[in-house]
Nanobody
């Protein structure tokens, strides 16, 4: 079983910055991809950014070069640096990881989410 724990959310004014962290733990053999999703009230969960074990990244169009995803493979940790935050970035941000567990079985896990609120 693989667990993900996010941290770093909070309340920030428009134009401000936050850094989210997500640590994976448990029966991990390898993690192929890690990602951040978000879900605003009344909306579907959507991908924000993804990163492979090799460091290749993908960003949703709405990111507009404001966010940076990174990961520390040795620590099984993924980060999301969010700058120039907008009101519409308000959402619960979820971490996702996919890989193989110690039994060499595939896993895909979600964190519990961390609230990001952008408000003046």
């Amino acid at each position: 079983q693989v667990q993900l724990v996010e941290s770093g959310g909070g309340l920030v004014q428009p134009g401000g910055s936050l850094r989210l962290s997500c640590v994976a733990s448990g029966s991990i053999f390898s993690i192929a991809g890690m990602a951040w999703f978000r879900q605003a009230p009344g909306k579907k969960r959507e991908v924000v950014a993804t990163i492979t074990s090799g460091g290749s990244t993908f960003y949703a169009n709405f990111v507009e070069d404001r966010f940076t995803i990174s990961r520390d493979n040795a620590k099984n940790t993924v980060y999301l640096q969010m700058n120039s935050l907008k009101l519409e970035d308000t959402a619960v941000y979820y971490c996702n990881a996919a890989g193989s567990d110690l039994s060499r079985q595939p896993f895909a896990s979600w964190g519990q989410g961390t609230q990001v609120t952008v408000s003046s």
